[in-house]
């Protein structure tokens, strides 16, 4: 899996958010922006290559710019065009490698609610469009870890230059 490491403010609010509406037994992970779900691990070596050499850049500009109803749960958009050229260009070098899922379009998001039922995501949802305001969001660095069918092992992490 390739993470953008969210800055430590960012970080804090949005995990803070994740604990109060994820369900406590199924909140495994730490909250998170995901870019790939499953490289296969013959690839570790140059996908972290490739992370290393995009982040010699400075930060990518990003911001939340609102919210997502996922049905069974709310996540946070992400938007941030400098993240995307930088997962286009992971994409393409390794399409040959990518599931059908890291294949498809990416929509950048931080869930912070999931697997509860439709009304109860609904709620949450409403709640958070009526205090909701766009705000700038700090990416630090890019990070592989392997999937452990829940918790994450972290394989590496790559600071941006600041």
Do not use: C
């Not at 369900?23 to 296969?40: D, I, K, S, V, Y």
């Not at 993240?83 to 399409?95: C, G, I, K, P, T």
Request: aromatic letters at 10%.
């Amino acid at each position: 899996m390739v993470t953008a490491e969210l800055g430590a403010g960012d970080f804090a609010w949005l995990d803070g958010q994740r604990r109060a509406y994820f369900p406590p037994e199924r909140n495994q992970l730490a909250a998170h922006l995901t870019m790939f779900h499953a490289l296969p691990p013959s690839v570790e070596e140059e996908v972290s290559g490739q992370l290393k050499m995009l982040t010699h850049a400075h930060p990518p500009p990003a911001s939340i710019s609102g919210l997502i109803n996922l049905g069974g749960g709310v996540a946070y958009r992400i938007n941030s065009k400098a993240l995307e050229v930088m997962r286009n260009q992971l994409s393409d070098h390794f399409a040959g490698s990518l599931t059908a899922q890291d294949g498809q379009g990416w929509r950048p998001h931080v869930t912070i609610q999931n697997k509860v039922p439709s009304a109860q995501a609904k709620a949450l949802f409403q709640q958070l469009t009526r205090e909701f305001y766009p705000r700038p969001l700090a990416i630090h660095g890019l990070a592989l870890h392997r999937y452990l069918g829940g918790p994450w092992e972290a394989l590496g992490r790559w600071a941006f230059r600041l």
